[in-house]
């Protein structure tokens, strides 16, 4: 039969662009997303029981190149004892009349690192050995111990607070970074200055150095520190 004229038959293409709004219907987006949600929420359930079935897990690539040997240096210091120290610090920079709310940066870090007495035999010359007249024991005259640079124990110590102004802040949004070598240069000085003013530390080398000068040139052997 023949199409009468002015009547309009649906074509194939009109057909299929009716259509279309059926298949992206609304229901089926919400659908979409929920499988998605629901996958991606099975994956990280599975990943807590089984770490090794996570496939977004994170790793650690160790890109570093090995140790270089620099240089050797010659050690005649015996460490006769040490002193372990946990210090606090807290260090404050701020900016002449500007508010600290606007620039300005406060830290507060606890330090805790170890502090050694040693005694120094590089520079001991025959003067500083007596043996008694009738050969039966040695008198060691050594100097007296002094305390070595602190070790900053870095896996123990932490920042408890770090306050920064707005400028700051912004500062390290920018790529500014903020540098924690104040800290460990204040915490070692407050651990050496404690090692000294307390004296236990030094009082300790000089015992143990007499005794193990004692061990190994015998019981008749007493060694004398000056």
């Known amino acids: 039969m023949n199409d009468e004229p002015g009547t309009d038959r649906p074509t194939r293409s009109n057909r299929t662009l009716r259509s279309l709004p059926?298949?992206?219907?609304?229901?089926?987006?919400?659908?979409?997303i929920l499988l998605a949600v629901l996958v991606v929420g099975l994956i990280a359930v599975v990943a807590g029981?089984?770490?090794s079935l996570n496939p977004f897990k994170e790793r650690t690539i160790d890109r570093s190149s090995p140790a270089v040997l620099r240089s050797l240096e010659d050690l005649s210091a015996y460490h006769a004892a040490g002193a372990h120290f946990e210090v606090v610090v807290d260090l404050e920079d701020d900016t002449k009349w500007i508010p600290a709310v606007l620039k300005g940066e406060r830290t507060?870090?606890?330090?805790?690192?170890?502090?050694?007495?040693?005694?120094?035999?590089?520079?001991l010359n025959a003067d500083a050995v007596t043996v008694s007249p009738d050969r039966r024991s040695v008198t060691i005259e050594l100097p007296n111990p002094t305390l070595s640079k602190p070790v900053l124990d870095l896996e123990h110590s932490y920042v408890v607070a770090r306050q920064r102004g707005a400028l700051d802040r912004v500062g390290g949004l920018l790529g500014g970074v903020s540098s924690d070598k104040g800290?460990?240069?204040?915490?070692?000085?407050?651990?050496?200055?404690?090692?000294?003013?307390?004296?236990?530390?030094?009082?300790?080398?000089k015992k143990n150095t007499t005794a193990m000068l004692r061990g190994l040139l015998g019981a008749r052997a007493p060694g004398r520190l000056l």
Do not use: N
């Open 22 to 32: 059926s298949r992206f219907s609304p229901l089926r987006l919400i659908a979409t």
């Open 108 to 123: 507060l870090f606890v330090g805790v690192g170890t502090v050694d007495s040693m005694v120094d035999f590089g520079h």
């Open 49 to 51: 029981w089984r770490p």
């Open 183 to 205: 800290l460990y240069q204040k915490a070692s000085s407050k651990m050496t200055g404690a090692a000294w003013t307390d004296g236990q530390v030094i009082e300790l080398g």
